[in-house]
């Protein structure tokens, strides 16, 4: 990586973890308790939505602005899940939630098509950008999931019922639609929060897989609660340590190493309930001998495709060159005659790639990178990815250069700032 320690740079992503596992594990069990298991995942891809929105308006998805579009997307969502939880479904109320998400991940892909650097943006909302969270960020989630947790705590009785018998929470006279109302309210506002640094994939693990494996292992709402707290601290430290030491990217490090947990969870409970232990064993070897033979079948098909005709799609043309703005498309500015670093015509680069590859270059090759982290911050046109570029550089220099990410680089704001910055790359030159 570069020259700080594994303690520097992933401190604020184990502390945000550490906060989404505290308030998402207990939404969970609500969530395993109600059968809507892809409500969470719904309510992500709703914010996720509020937050393409704006960043088609051109706000930055860490902005205060996009956070408040993401809410009010999630507060129309949880009106409507609130709404179809009647006495006598004729539809599950699990193919609402589906339709939702499948409605809500349709439009952000229709949305982004109509904005520069679409799919930049698809990835980091799917996978989000937990590595780079600010302590801003971390500050926020803190005090927001406190209060929900409060508001939860205060009210335990109502929504503990809804949750577990909704019939009997009738007969006690609670108004359920209000009360599902004020969760899915709740619900929705803790996700808008995750879903800025965590993106949709690590929010819907967190707040499932802990549930799962506590409710696997009691029925008690207290000792679930401490299974689920447990398993979110030892996952995050695995999957943190993993991104780290094997250069990989945190968000998806951290979801692989919950679906490892979880199978190995699985076999765990299957063995120590089993009536016949060695029956149970010669089970799980036979799977483990099919799983292995599928793979080996994967990886044999691979290598015999390689070398035929097979593998080759249909030769296509390649695009003329655009010359101009396309109709009904947003002129990203850098989209009719994009340029490289070195200033030649070219095709616009994926900044979030270059991004990537400046940061695996800062131990091996440092001038290099900033001479890539100095290219995107000057060239970019998106806040958050001249923020990033800005901030990789500070880190390398170790000072503040006092230049607004917010503001184009070339902005007469940015001026004195920006030549501290190209005189510090060029003794970093040499």
Not at 93 to 98: C, K, L, N, T, V
Not at 156 to 181: N, P, Y
Not at 291 to 319: F, K
Request: glycine share 10%; net charge neutral.
């Amino acid at each position: 990586m570069n020259q700080l320690g594994i303690s520097d740079l992933m401190l604020r992503a184990f502390l945000e973890c550490l906060i989404l596992v505290g308030i998402h594990a207990y939404l969970g069990l609500h969530v395993i308790r109600r059968q809507v298991i892809f409500v969470d995942l719904a309510l992500a891809q709703v914010a996720a939505l509020g937050t393409t929105v704006g960043f088609l308006f051109g706000m930055a998805p860490d902005s205060p602005a996009a956070l408040l579009y993401s809410m009010l997307f999630t507060f129309l969502a949880a009106a409507i899940f609130a709404a179809t939880r009647t006495r006598r479904e004729r539809v599950p109320q699990e193919a609402i939630i589906g339709v939702v998400f499948a409605v809500a991940a349709s439009l952000v892909i229709l949305v982004v098509d109509r904005a520069p650097h679409g799919a930049e943006h698809i990835k980091e909302v799917m996978t989000g950008a937990i590595l780079w969270v600010s302590w801003e960020a971390v500050g926020l989630a803190a005090l927001v999931y406190s209060l929900v947790g409060i508001f939860h705590f205060l009210f335990r009785r109502q929504f503990t019922t809804i949750s577990q018998d909704v019939d009997a929470a009738r007969r006690a006279g609670l108004k359920v639609w209000w009360w599902d109302f004020l969760f899915y309210v709740s619900f929705g506002l803790v996700i808008s929060i995750s879903v800025r640094t965590a993106g949709v994939l690590l929010v819907f693990v967190f707040l499932v897989v802990p549930a799962i494996v506590a409710t696997m292992i009691t029925g008690r709402l207290f000792y679930q609660l401490l299974i689920g707290w447990g398993m979110g601290l030892l996952v995050t430290v695995l999957g943190l340590s993993a991104s780290y030491y094997l250069d990989m990217p945190a968000g998806p490090s951290v979801v692989g190493f919950y679906g490892l947990v979880l199978a190995l969870a699985g076999v765990f409970i299957y063995l120590l309930r089993s009536a016949d232990r060695r029956r149970a064993l010669a089970h799980l070897g036979l799977g483990s001998l099919v799983t292995l033979g599928l793979a080996g079948a994967v990886w044999l098909a691979g290598h015999l495709l390689a070398g035929t005709s097979l593998v080759h799609g249909h030769e296509q043309p390649p695009p003329p060159a655009v010359t101009g703005n396309v109709p009904g498309k947003k002129d990203s500015g850098a989209a009719t005659a994009a340029t490289t670093g070195t200033g030649t015509p070219g095709a616009l680069p994926d900044e979030g790639q270059q991004l990537s590859e400046a940061r695996r270059l800062i131990e091996s090759d440092r001038p290099a990178a900033a001479g890539k982290l100095l290219a995107l911050l000057r060239r970019s046109e998106l806040p958050f990815i001249r923020a990033q570029a800005l901030e990789e550089l500070q880190k390398l220099a170790g000072r503040d250069f006092a230049i607004d990410p917010d503001l184009p680089a070339s902005a007469p704001e940015n001026s004195a700032g920006l030549e501290k910055l190209l005189d510090w790359v060029k003794s970093l030159r040499g």
